[in-house]
Nanobody, 124 residues
């Protein structure tokens, strides 16, 4: 089993940046992929950015070029930075993990098995 604790949500200004963190504890074999999803009211859940234990990254088109996901394997922690925020970035962001060795393309389109509680981000 895995427990995930997200931090860093809150209010941000359009054009600004946000930084989210997620620390995992538990079975490290379930952390092959770690990443972020988001969901806004009335919109479908979206895979935002994922990173595997080897540092392979995958980004949704909606954030590609203005976001960076990084990972500290020693601390089982990932970080997500999104720059040039737009109102559409406002959502509840969820950290998630999965032990399956997906390819990067498949990881972005998959639903990971273990989820955090979510952290809300507003953009004004």
């Amino acid at each position: 089993h895995v427990q995930l604790v997200e931090s860093g949500g809150g209010s941000a200004q359009a054009g600004g940046s946000l930084r989210l963190s997620c620390e995992a504890s538990g079975d490290s074999s379930l952390l092959y992929w770690m990443g972020w999803y988001r969901q806004a009211p009335g919109r479908e859940r979206e895979g935002v950015a994922h990173i595997d234990k080897n540092g392979v990254e995958a980004y949704a088109d909606s954030v590609k070029g203005r976001s960076l996901i990084t990972r500290d394997n020693a601390k089982n922690t990932i970080f997500l930075q999104i720059h040039s925020l737009i109102p559409e970035d406002a959502a509840t962001y969820y950290c998630a993990t999965d032990g399956r060795p997906f390819t990067a393309r498949r990881a972005l389109g998959s639903v990971f098995r273990y989820w955090g509680q979510g952290t809300q981000v507003t953009v004004s």
